[in-house]
């Protein structure tokens, strides 16, 4: 395959947002640009250290909902200019929104409708010259080589080392079929020209480099760390396998990505990175790694091996930003808005993709772990049995079958991304004795803190909950208290006459 085997064709696309004009951000840079407008970015000129501090001041100031993403720019140890921008999405829709080309001001489940849009077109990249390509203006080679310039940091006490984290995507190419597959893994600092990269069982850069072993040839891999996030997005779900994730990252910025050659692999990297590292995986190489503070608020499995990068380039912009995504319990996780927006619009394409009708909308619930935990779907239930089948394809669709261990079917009249009226429905909907299944060794992480001792953790378990009226008596089931659609647009008319602040609130069930 030729250095242009990166994507199938794309469909023909509709009239989207992107279509009309309104693209995504060009880059980080651009992007911080736009959420720096509307108060979502803070700078922090105080020197600030890379062992523990700037993960504690991160935990820290994002407890509250909507806490700004922060950049600090003065950091001990590392060269005048560079810096780190911590948790970019955290839990704002809004930047998540500007990161994709759409409007600020869209609740959970519209941007969810939208984002799975954009998943359904994707676009191709595109080669672009390497000479002139913003990631390519500083080089450096061979015994140049000195990853410790960058900060990286120990986000937590007992962290292994110092961390590239999360925020980061790691490109390598399918010995077989020639695409370029993008995942985001963490990444620890061994020394000034090796990187430590660990990745759970099953994922596919895993896969790709098991398969050049076994064959006994070196594994090429690209360390993208500084990025915009709609290649964090993309780089973070789990797409078909026979695709690459710059096609949906394209579909999501309304255009092509632009990718320039290597000069150290055959691989290729984005021309508008702020960091890119080229290096190899030999045979058999591997070195000591973790623990690391991860996505389920715990360590994750005790210090083992690990896939060992060598480092032969590095190329990265004039003041470099190092993107950093702190792994951590709700509201502080950076993956778990994250999750909630693109891992949900991931298995409602799913669903739709199988054919199963009167999905109303998918919520991976964003304090479950990270929005790994647990996956709502709410549905018009149509037939015997709709329920139960919807839950178990949600429970092991490409894009929801990692790691998720509660699944929870709702009714219609039910908004998915409200947690208290799923908790109402499962308290009122759900006969336990009844309505709650298990499926057993199924695809989990060695991340898992309830699997012991840890060689277990491979493999998990799931519970499908149906949270639905129970269908064979679904019209002698009690009648539910809503409003009636005519009172509510009268009331949310007159919501500021009555003195009452904000927008009135949408309610997802009224009586027609």
Same mark, same amino acid.
């Given at each position: 395959?030729?250095?242009?085997?990166?994507?199938?064709?794309?469909?023909?696309?509709? &009239?989207? #947002?992107?279509?009309?004009?309104?693209?995504?951000?060009?880059?980080?840079?651009?992007?911080?640009?736009?959420?720096?407008?509307?108060?979502?970015?803070?700078?922090?000129?105080?020197?600030?250290?890379?062992?523990?501090?700037?993960?504690?001041?991160?935990?820290? =100031?994002?407890?509250?909902?909507?806490?700004?993403?922060?950049?600090?720019?003065?950091?001990?140890?590392?060269?005048?200019?560079?810096?780190?921008?911590?948790?970019?999405?955290?839990?704002?829709?809004?930047?998540?929104?500007?990161?994709?080309?759409? &409007?600020?001001?869209?609740?959970?489940?519209?941007?969810?409708?939208?984002?799975?849009?954009?998943?359904?077109?994707?676009?191709?990249?595109?080669?672009?010259?390497?000479?002139?390509?913003?990631?390519?203006?500083?080089?450096?080679?061979?015994?140049?080589?000195?990853?410790?310039?960058?900060?990286?940091?120990?986000? @937590?006490?007992?962290?292994?080392? $110092?961390?590239?984290?999360?925020?980061?995507?790691?490109?390598?190419?399918?010995?077989?079929?020639?695409?370029?597959?993008?995942?985001?893994?963490?990444?620890?600092?061994?020394?000034?020209?090796?990187?430590?990269?660990?990745?759970?069982?099953?994922?596919?850069?895993?896969?790709?480099?098991?398969?050049?072993?076994?064959?006994?040839?070196?594994?090429?891999?690209?360390?993208?760390?500084?990025?915009?996030?709609?290649?964090?997005?993309?780089?973070?779900?789990?797409f078909p396998k026979t695709t690459s994730e710059f096609d949906f /990252?394209?579909?999501?910025?309304?255009?092509?990505?632009?990718?320039?050659?290597?000069?150290?692999?055959?691989?290729?990297?984005?021309?508008?990175?702020?960091?890119?590292?080229?290096? /190899?995986?030999?045979?058999?190489?591997?070195?000591?790694?973790?623990?690391?503070?991860?996505?389920?608020?715990?360590? %994750?499995?005790? $210090?083992?091996?690990?896939?060992l990068v060598q480092v032969k380039a590095v190329h990265h912009r004039?003041?470099?930003?190092?993107?950093?995504?702190?792994?951590?319990?709700?509201?502080?996780?950076?993956c778990a808005l994250l999750y909630a927006v693109a891992r949900s619009?991931?298995? @409602?394409?799913?669903?739709?993709?199988?054919?199963?009708?009167?999905?109303? +909308?998918?919520?991976?619930?964003?304090?479950?772990?990270?929005?790994? +935990?647990?996956?709502?779907?709410?549905?018009?239930?149509?037939?015997? %049995?709709?329920?139960?089948?919807?839950? =178990?394809?949600?429970?092991?669709?490409?894009?929801?079958?990692?790691?998720?261990?509660?699944? /929870?079917?709702?009714?219609?009249?039910?908004?998915?991304?409200?947690? *208290?009226?799923?908790?109402? #429905?499962?308290?009122?909907?759900? *006969? &336990?004795?009844?309505?709650?299944?298990?499926?057993?060794?199924? @695809?989990?992480?060695?991340?898992?803190?309830?699997? *012991?001792?840890?060689?277990?953790?491979?493999?998990?378990?799931?519970?499908?909950?149906?949270?639905?009226?129970?269908?064979?008596?679904?019209?002698?089931?009690?009648?539910?208290?809503?409003?009636?659609?005519?009172?509510?647009?009268? /009331?949310?008319?007159?919501?500021?006459?009555?003195?009452?602040?904000?927008?009135?609130?949408?309610?997802?069930?009224?009586?027609?």
């Amino acid at each position: 395959m030729d250095d242009m085997s990166v994507a199938p064709t794309s469909a023909a696309r509709p &009239p989207t #947002a992107a279509s009309r004009g309104a693209t995504g951000p060009r880059d980080l840079r651009d992007w911080m640009t736009r959420i720096e407008a509307i108060g979502q970015l803070k700078r922090i000129t105080a020197q600030v250290t890379r062992d523990e501090e700037m993960g504690a001041i991160t935990y820290m =100031a994002h407890q509250t909902i909507d806490a700004p993403a922060l950049l600090f720019e003065n950091i001990k140890g590392s060269p005048r200019g560079f810096r780190a921008l911590w948790n970019p999405l955290g839990s704002s829709v809004d930047r998540f929104a500007l990161a994709i080309g759409e &409007p600020t001001g869209l609740g959970a489940m519209e941007l969810i409708e939208r984002c799975k849009t954009k998943f359904q077109y994707p676009i191709p990249p595109v080669i672009v010259e390497g000479e002139g390509a913003a990631v390519n203006e500083n080089h450096l080679r061979d015994d140049k080589v000195d990853i410790r310039v960058f900060p990286a940091a120990r986000h @937590w006490p007992r962290d292994g080392g $110092e961390y590239i984290g999360t925020c980061d995507a790691i490109i390598t190419r399918d010995p077989d079929g020639g695409w370029l597959n993008v995942g985001t893994y963490r990444q620890m600092v061994q020394g000034k020209s090796e990187v430590g990269l660990y990745l759970s069982p099953g994922k596919d850069a895993r896969l790709h480099i098991e398969r050049y072993w076994s064959r006994d040839e070196p594994c090429e891999v690209v360390c993208c760390w500084g990025i915009d996030p709609a290649l964090f997005i993309a780089a973070s779900q789990t797409f078909p396998k026979t695709t690459s994730e710059f096609d949906f /990252v394209g579909g999501m910025l309304g255009r092509p990505v632009e990718l320039v050659k290597g000069e150290a692999t055959s691989l290729l990297y984005p021309a508008n990175a702020e960091i890119v590292v080229e290096g /190899v995986i030999a045979p058999d190489s591997q070195k000591l790694e973790g623990p690391f503070g991860e996505f389920t608020g715990y360590y %994750g499995r005790p $210090e083992d091996l690990a896939f060992l990068v060598q480092v032969k380039a590095v190329h990265h912009r004039d003041n470099p930003i190092l993107t950093h995504a702190l792994m951590a319990d709700y509201p502080a996780n950076e993956c778990a808005l994250l999750y909630a927006v693109a891992r949900s619009a991931r298995v @409602w394409n799913d669903l739709d993709r199988v054919g199963v009708p009167g999905i109303k +909308g998918v919520y991976a619930h964003p304090a479950a772990a990270g929005g790994f +935990g647990m996956t709502i779907v709410a549905l018009e239930q149509r037939y015997a %049995g709709h329920a139960p089948q919807a839950l =178990a394809l949600a429970a092991q669709t490409p894009g929801g079958a990692y790691y998720s261990k509660w699944i /929870v079917a709702v009714d219609e009249d039910v908004d998915p991304s409200n947690i *208290n009226q799923v908790l109402w #429905a499962m308290a009122t909907r759900c *006969n &336990p004795v009844e309505d709650i299944d298990i499926l057993r060794q199924t @695809w989990s992480t060695w991340l898992d803190p309830t699997q *012991n001792p840890p060689e277990e953790r491979p493999y998990g378990s799931k519970a499908l909950i149906n949270a639905c009226m129970e269908h064979r008596h679904i019209k002698q089931f009690s009648k539910r208290t809503k409003l009636r659609r005519s009172m509510y647009e009268s /009331v949310a008319a007159r919501w500021s006459e009555l003195g009452l602040e904000g927008a009135p609130p949408r309610l997802w069930a009224l009586e027609d």
